[in-house]
């Protein structure tokens, strides 16, 4: 699908990591996208409708973070309230320890190191369809988290899903899969914002 006017401009953290296939993904379900690498990107013009920080190596993120000057940034975007999606290292990043717009505490490399990748059928409630085959690479899962926080999904008992407000969280990497349906979500959940701001 190609992004037409009025399409939802979405920021892809651009630092490290699998930036360029969630950015594939969502041209392919008709949003706009912009890589991020400065605070310049994150602002605009024209302004962000929404954010992706994808999966990587989340010290290598953290310094790059540090390098460009985006922790405040990323921290004020989020506290916009305009919808984020952390993957994998992303879902590190947003966390206490981190950037702490999520009150959630995540475990780097919790199910071990990449020779342990490995491939599970998750349920989501708000998902139609059969579960989502999602691929774990080094992943973390979260350890806490706090009251307004929805765990959407687990592993063993662990929880790898996440929502908190219009921040969107996941242990794995649904860029890797062919199944759109996460992606699809979170698109959704801009335009649906983009639709309330615009008729207020």
């Given at each position: 699908?190609?992004?037409?006017?009025g399409?939802?401009?979405?920021?892809?953290?651009?630092?490290?990591?699998?930036?360029?296939?969630?950015?594939?993904?969502?041209?392919?379900?008709?949003a706009?996208?912009r890589e991020?690498?400065?605070?310049?990107?994150?602002?605009?013009?024209?302004?962000?409708?929404?954010?992706?920080?994808?999966?990587?190596?989340?010290?290598?993120?953290?310094?790059?973070?540090e390098r460009?000057?985006?922790?405040e940034?990323?921290?004020?975007?989020?506290?916009?309230?305009?919808?984020?999606?952390?993957?994998?290292?992303?879902l590190?990043?947003?966390d206490?320890?981190?950037?702490g717009?999520?009150?959630?505490?995540a475990?780097r490399?919790?199910f071990?190191?990449?020779?342990?990748?490995?491939?599970?059928?998750?349920?989501?409630?708000?998902?139609?369809?059969?579960?989502?085959?999602?691929?774990?690479?080094?992943?973390?899962?979260?350890?806490?988290?706090?009251?307004?926080?929805?765990?959407?999904?687990?592993?063993?008992?662990h929880?790898?899903a996440?929502?908190?407000?219009?921040?969107?969280?996941?242990?794995?990497?649904?860029?890797?899969s062919d199944?759109?349906?996460?992606?699809?979500?979170?698109?959704?959940?801009?335009?649906?914002?983009l639709?309330?701001?615009?008729?207020?």
């Amino acid at each position: 699908m190609v992004a037409t006017a009025g399409a939802p401009l979405i920021g892809v953290l651009a630092l490290q990591g699998g930036f360029a296939a969630h950015a594939r993904v969502l041209r392919e379900l008709g949003a706009e996208v912009r890589e991020v690498r400065t605070p310049a990107d994150l602002g605009g013009p024209p302004a962000l409708d929404g954010l992706v920080l994808p999966g990587g190596e989340s010290t290598t993120m953290t310094l790059g973070i540090e390098r460009e000057g985006l922790a405040e940034p990323l921290r004020a975007f989020a506290a916009s309230g305009a919808p984020v999606f952390g993957t994998c290292a992303g879902l590190i990043m947003l966390d206490r320890a981190h950037l702490g717009v999520m009150d959630t505490v995540a475990r780097r490399n919790a199910f071990g190191r990449q020779v342990h990748s490995f491939e599970a059928d998750l349920d989501f409630p708000d998902l139609e369809g059969p579960p989502v085959r999602a691929v774990f690479i080094r992943a973390p899962w979260i350890d806490e988290a706090g009251p307004e926080v929805e765990i959407l999904a687990e592993v063993d008992g662990h929880p790898v899903a996440a929502r908190q407000g219009e921040l969107f969280v996941l242990s794995f990497h649904p860029e890797l899969s062919d199944d759109r349906r996460l992606h699809a979500a979170f698109v959704e959940r801009v335009r649906r914002r983009l639709e309330h701001r615009d008729a207020a």
